[in-house]
């Protein structure tokens, strides 16, 4: 484009009315005020902290955290150092976020297919749902939601279902699998299984694109894996005497139920407060996603004999998921930064021990940074797997 | 165009950090300093001669103290028209009534146990008087500057008594409340991995949260300082029902604190402590104060600042201490109309006694 402008209009005006100069001499200017201004900030910072003599370090680190915290995915004591305890944070908030994704978007695809159902109560009942869960403030469900926790009876008086499962106001206390001696060699057939899964994934592709007919190989490989598991599940048994696992009730002791699961109240309410509250918005986009399939698409399908459900699941839905894949991203990254309420209901997120960390260290600008990069990571994390996913099932045009 | 933009640019940029990189302040940011940063605390250039904090209370005319943000009955509580009282509010009162002769010249903070010191931290109050307990991990990493204990405490531990507890060792496997951003909560763990129980924590960053949720029965014990059981036992659905370990689990001396690095304004503070309990020995009250004024007593006539100018070292009046008593009154004063024989706490002063009682508390001479 420079190129294009003769040689003789450059000499003949000055530099300061030269377009092209200004373009550059604003920006840089510009450029200059930010660095600047954050150079200053930064200074005024430092200083501040210096003065108080609270220079920011990481070496904190590496000393005992000496905080309990009240559950661990990984075993934890407070003998181990902040920067495990902060692991164990990051984790907790992975575990309900992925928990948390899962269900919302089950619940969000029901949500938007009864929208869109012809039966009056169901498209009624679900408007309903939508209209009052997303009216009020996600942080007020999650104390609802925990405060109904309260409403169970005492440990001790815990309603009992069949023995296995146990409510109270601290949790739901489940009986649970727990492996034996011969957990291990059931081990090798879960893996053989595995192996087995991805080869029958495989074979079934190939078979497809030779016949080229579409269809989906996942299933096949589902079911090929639980049922080679399943096999060698009853093997193991039989050959070691010994089942892989047993099922453990829980029983009441003096203060709480030993053996078995127990699912606390605070991530119960966590977790039902989030998928509530995500699935909504997931209903509205499968709703959308579903109605810009354009009209015709779903009178060809009838017109060729599918029933309704199989317009749905073969033409309409599969179509949908392409305008649906973007917006859902963003509602998976609200599901993963809205986790950080937790702290309002002793839920021991990522964002609750960072602020435990900064409150006993007093490093407040290290423990800050630390947190921003792990949901900034979380978050790229989550939109590059969705971003992949997109382009795997974008139309390629021809 | 567009692509021909990006290295000069880059170029500037680089240049910009490079400069500002090296040893002497960089001449395009050094103008822009007044503009972008007209806090107080400014002027990155010169970090010696800022304004003290003193200086910008006195300019403010009030003082800005952080206070707790949940009802602590007896330490700091606020009532239906928004008025603050008890024995942490009298101490803002105190530093209030020594600055400018009059207690109600204090803005509250209220604060949580996990925002508390991040406000002292970043200035946004002057003085954190909020049952705090002093530790050298605070007084180091965290960056404050404790003036003298007001309340000597220790950790203690509430449980139901159709329990069955009658000490910490029956609490094998029990599930314990507890609050977040606290020196209990740290005692907790330390205490339990000591004796070798385990314990299941439930750990609320709110102090009404925790005791709500052990009022509810979602745990077995709740521990905080024994002063905070003591007020929060008040608090609860059904008081009778409670007992109080005779356990104690740590010290913790409770009292203001400030931020590090200004040690003309910890010294204000330290004195106006001080005052209190050095009015308490000389029997000085708000009552018989102006009896006192007429004293011919030297060292008394120079507590009271009527000769001599005591106050001036540590940048207050010389008759701070008389104003202290004037409004607020001596410690003895401060204790028994918060937590005293006439309150619903009627807690013993037990360490929290002059030293010439058996108690703790002991003021340097003023002089």
Known sequence: MASSIPRTSRSSIPFYRDTRVIAVLVQVIFAVAVVAGCWVLYQNMIAGLTRANLLPTFSFLNVPASFPIAESVIPYDPSMTYSQAFVVGLLNTARVAIIGIVLATILGVILGIFRLSSNWLLSNVAMAYVEIVRNVPLLLQLIFWFYLTKMFPRVQESINLGDAVYLHNRGVTLAWPEPTASFSNWLWWVGGALLAAVAIYVVRQIQFRRRDRPGVAVPYAILGWIVIAGVGYVLTTAFSGMAPAVLVFPELQRFNFVGGATVTASFAALLIGLVIYTAVYIGEIVRSGILAVSKGQREAARALGLSQGQTLRLVIFPQALRIMIPPMTSQYLNLTKNSSLAVAIAYPDLFYIANTINNQTGQAVPVILMLMVSYLSASLFTSLLMNWYNRNIQLVER | ?367
């Open chain 2, 1 to 367: 165009m567009r692509r021909s933009l990006v290295i000069p640019l880059a170029a500037a940029l680089s240049l910009i950090i490079a400069a500002c990189g090296g040893a002497p302040a960089a001449p395009t940011a050094a103008p822009e300093a007044p503009t972008t940063a007209p806090a107080p605390t400014a002027a990155p250039a010169a970090p010696a001669a800022t304004t003290g904090r003193l200086e910008t209370i006195t300019a403010r005319g009030t003082v800005i103290c952080g206070v707790n943000n949940n009802p602590l009955p007896g330490f700091a509580s606020v009532d239906a028209s928004g008025v603050y009282s008890g024995f942490d509010v009298d101490f803002c009162k105190a530093v209030a009534a020594a600055l400018f002769d009059d207690p109600s010249k204090v803005e509250y903070r209220p604060l949580s146990s996990q925002d508390r010191f991040t406000a002292l931290q970043t200035g946004e109050i002057d003085v954190l008087i909020r049952n705090s307990t002093w530790t050298l991990g605070r007084d180091g990493d965290v960056g404050l500057d404790w003036s003298p204990t007001t309340f000597y405490d220790g950790q203690g531990m509430m449980v139901r008594k159709d329990s069955g507890i009658t000490s910490i060792d029956d609490m094998d496997g029990a599930t314990i409340c507890v609050q977040t951003g606290t020196t209990t909560e740290l005692n907790l763990a330390d205490v339990f991995r000591a004796k070798g129980l385990t314990f299941q924590p439930v750990v609320f960053p709110d102090g009404d949260q925790t005791r709500s949720a052990y009022d509810a029965g979602q745990c077995d014990g709740f521990t905080t300082d024994k002063s905070g059981l003591v007020s929060s036992i008040t608090l609860l659905s059904n008081p009778a029902d409670h007992q109080i370990l005779s356990d104690t689990m740590s010290k913790e001396p409770l009292g203001p604190s400030v931020l590090q690095g200004d040690p003309k304004w910890a010294d204000a503070v330290n004195w106006i402590t001080y005052a209190t309990f050095q009015a308490e020995e000389y029997g000085i009250t708000s009552a018989n104060l102006a009896e006192f004024s007429a004293s011919e007593v030297p060292e008394i006539r120079r507590f009271l600042g009527i000769e001599g100018e005591l106050g001036k070292g540590v940048g207050l009046s010389n008759d701070f201490a008389a104003r202290v008593i004037k409004h607020v009154g001596n410690y003895a004063e401060i204790y028994n109309r918060n937590l005293g024989p006439d309150t619903p706490f009627n807690l013993p002063r037990g360490l929290n006694a002059l030293y010439t009682e058996g108690g703790l508390l002991y003021s340097p001479p003023f002089r």
